[in-house]
């Protein structure tokens, strides 16, 4: 997520999103106000008090940690199902992606790819899957040769892709052509309201 770069400003944002303020919370955990947005704004958080915050804000630190890019080692050949945002920040932030990608598709009429990079420039391919993507629907991450790569697993679907032809593959479809499809389906919606 290239909004919030950081633990402290995601941190911010679920604050933020919970109608409470810095010093609400500082003093909720036995903490200076000062120390607490120090805390916040260096990004430099001990265990223990990212573990008070969490508790205190409910928020889900697997999912936290996924949303900054840290997955730990895999086995090249495994792919792990990443926890899903909670419904609150998905219903937030929902909007504001939903408008950047209706207004990229305005600028970039008929390329697909034109309006991938761009959203890409902005945001993070796992944000936008977190964001874009139903909530029933998985998504799973795979890093392999220091790549990390991201995969959907379809809703039973049939959906016109080149990896759903692959045997054994056939409910997995690839992160970036998962967006694609996401962009493509609301490219159709765009025409039909224009006609």
């Not at 997955?71 to 939903?98: C, T, W």
Request: with cysteine.
């Amino acid at each position: 997520m290239k909004e919030n770069k950081t633990m402290g400003d995601l941190i911010k944002t679920f604050i933020k999103l919970r109608g409470r303020n810095i010093k609400d919370i500082a003093d909720e955990i036995g903490k200076d106000y000062k120390t607490v947005c120090g805390w916040l704004n260096r990004d430099c958080l001990t265990a223990e008090m990212l573990f008070k915050l969490s508790v205190t804000l409910d928020i889900d630190l697997n999912w936290m940690a996924c949303a900054l890019g840290y997955y730990g080692e895999k086995n090249k050949f495994a792919s792990e199902e990443i926890p899903r945002m909670q419904n609150e920040l998905r219903s937030h932030d929902y909007p504001k992606v939903e408008q950047s990608v209706l207004r990229l598709i305005k600028e970039n009429p008929g390329s697909i790819a034109s309006v991938r990079g761009e959203m890409l420039k902005g945001y993070d391919i796992f944000y936008l899957l977190d964001i874009l993507l139903p909530e029933e629907q998985e998504i799973l991450v795979q890093i392999e040769r220091g790549t990390t790569k991201y995969l959907c697993k379809s809703l039973n679907q049939p959906l016109n892709t080149r990896i759903s032809n692959y045997q054994g593959l056939s409910k997995l479809i690839d992160g970036k052509e998962m967006l694609d499809i996401l962009i493509a389906g609301r490219m159709r919606k765009d025409e039909n309201i224009i006609l």
